[in-house]
């Protein structure tokens, strides 16, 4: 399973961004998807996933209401559309999917990563 995200850039604060992340994998519709997190320094961190089944969204508290996640089961992709950006949000973002799970909001749940895309976001 191949996973490629883009979408990464630098922006100013209050600025959007649209990451997005391509999967090798059929069918797409039975993976769980993720996007996670880390800065330099920092633990990797959990930001927003998507079921597989129902579709239902998590976010961490930081982004909630700005940030959304979504995917597209006919182009294998997922997306993060960020918006109101921080610099407290400069990282490296990586997308993340695991087979069969609705809920899943731990590094370790996920089996398959992408390569990560860089966020800065200058104040």
């Known amino acids: 399973v191949q996973l490629q995200a883009s979408g990464g850039g630098l922006v100013q604060a209050g600025g959007s961004l649209r990451l997005s992340c391509s999967i090798s994998e059929r069918p797409f519709s039975y993976f769980a998807l993720g996007w996670f997190r880390q800065a330099p320094g920092k633990e990797r961190e959990f930001v927003a996933s998507?079921?597989?089944?129902?579709?239902?969204?998590y976010y961490r508290d930081s982004v909630k209401g700005r940030f959304t996640i979504s995917r597209n089961n006919a182009e294998n992709s997922v997306y993060l559309q960020m918006s109101n950006l921080k610099p407290k949000d400069t990282a490296v973002y990586y997308c993340a999917a695991t087979p069969g799970f609705n809920y899943a909001t731990q590094p370790n749940d996920y089996n398959y990563w992408g390569q990560g895309t860089l966020v800065t976001v200058s104040s």
């Open positions: 998507i079921g597989y089944t129902n579709w239902t969204t």
